[in-house]
């Protein structure tokens, strides 16, 4: 089992910044890919980011809504998988939850962003974005 808990989530104005956190604790992967999710009110829970890790190295992805504002880190000491949000807009308003899942083979956007893929999942942190 893989326990998974967020932090970091507020209240902010349009433009203002969050760090995200993910702490992941139980059983651990060697290779994995952790995704960052998030869910608003009335829609779907959709793909943020992901970040990948395996013996031959790291591998971000974004959605397109995020790219160039958001940014996914790894502290692999602290078991730790972190979200910067910068130039936050309302349309960012959502819960976000982090998810786990091992890593086989080569990742690609389209697989590191299929929620099915993935087995454990935090309970969300929410970000409100005022304008």
């Known amino acids: 089992q893989v326990q998974l808990v967020e932090s970091g989530g507020g209240l902010v104005q349009t433009g203002d910044s969050l760090r995200l956190s993910c702490a992941a604790s139980?059983?651990?992967?060697?290779?994995?890919?952790m995704g960052w999710f998030r869910q608003a009110p009335g829609k779907q829970r959709e793909f943020v980011a992901a970040?990948?890790?395996?013996?031959?190295?790291?591998?971000?992805f974004y959605a397109d809504s995020v790219k160039g504002r958001f940014t996914i880190s790894t502290d692999n000491a602290k078991n730790t998988v972190y979200l910067q949000m910068n130039s936050l807009k309302p349309e960012d308003t959502a819960v976000y939850y982090c998810?786990?899942?091992?890593?086989?083979?080569?990742?690609?956007?389209?697989?590191?962003?299929?929620?099915?893929?993935?087995?454990?999942w935090g309970q969300g942190t929410q970000v409100t974005v005022s304008s």
């Open positions: 970040i990948t890790w395996s013996w031959s190295g790291s591998s971000t």
């Open positions: 998810a786990i899942d091992r890593l086989v083979g080569i990742p690609t956007k389209t697989g590191v962003a299929e929620r099915s893929r993935y087995d454990y």
């Open positions: 139980g059983r651990t992967f060697v290779n994995y890919v």
